[in-house]
């Protein structure tokens, strides 16, 4: 059959709000958590990571939360910008070399 | 700071022949990875490669799917017979160490588009 693409679940915030994106992973086992970010035809952009052992990592107006207990990750951008316009893909990495990535989610920043 | 670059940005290629991406990863990892994104998807894993050898691969990393480090500095993969449902783009990635917080650094990607 014909394949769909994913329809992206879509964040609007106004300049200057703070954003969460949220991301619900699969694996319990995983141990290794990153969130990239994803401009429009460009690849995969490393923000932050977080280890299984911490429950919070904060970076440069970033934040990423994990919650193994429901297996729930989240980041947060503070006084979110312009240039945060893309989309963010979760990641999880279990002893194996590979990520897998969540669906990810649009960020859409209006003045 | 060093990143991963990939050639070509675009390649338009007939169903049936053969393409060739390439990559040069970071210059000090020693762990290197292709992924695909088809248009409007997730990013999915192909092929990690450590050692001059494959490490491990995804059901899409069939026997059309081939990977290669020629020289010390290039990663190449090589997707022969191409079908139409190859089109998508392909990112390279790397990686110093392979334990978990070791950070993979993605390329900008080669948009492939089978026709």
């Known amino acids: 059959g014909e394949s769909v693409g994913l329809h992206l679940p879509t964040l609007s915030v106004q300049e200057g709000d703070n954003s969460i994106i949220n991301c619900a992973y699969s694996n319990s086992a995983s141990d290794y958590f990153i969130w990239y970010k994803q401009e429009s035809g460009k690849g995969p952009q490393f923000i932050i990571d977080?280890?299984?052992?911490?429950d919070k990592r904060q970076g440069q107006r970033v934040t990423v939360l994990l919650n193994k207990t429901v297996k729930h990750l989240s980041l947060q951008i503070a006084a979110t910008q312009p240039g945060d316009s893309a989309v963010y893909f979760c990641a999880e990495n279990k002893d194996t070399d590979k990520l897998i990535f969540g669906t990810g989610t649009r960020l859409q920043v209006f003045p | 700071e060093p990143e991963v670059t990939q050639t070509p940005s675009h390649q338009v290629t007939q169903m049936g022949q053969e393409v060739i991406l390439r990559c040069v990863p970071i210059?000090?990892?020693?762990?290197f990875y292709w992924y695909r994104q088809i248009l409007g998807q997730k990013v999915e894993f192909l092929v990690s490669?450590?050692?001059?050898?494959?490490?491990?691969k995804s059901e899409i990393f069939d026997d059309q799917f081939s990977v290669e480090r020629p020289d010390g500095s290039n990663f190449t993969l090589k997707i022969r017979s191409t079908k139409l449902e190859d089109s998508a783009m392909y990112f390279c990635a790397s990686r110093f160490g392979s334990s978990s917080g070791n950070t993979i650094y993605f390329g900008e990607g080669s948009w492939l588009t089978v026709v």
């Open positions: 490669f450590y050692n001059n050898e494959i490490s491990e």
């Open positions: 210059s000090n990892h020693l762990y």
């Open positions: 977080i280890r299984s052992n911490m």
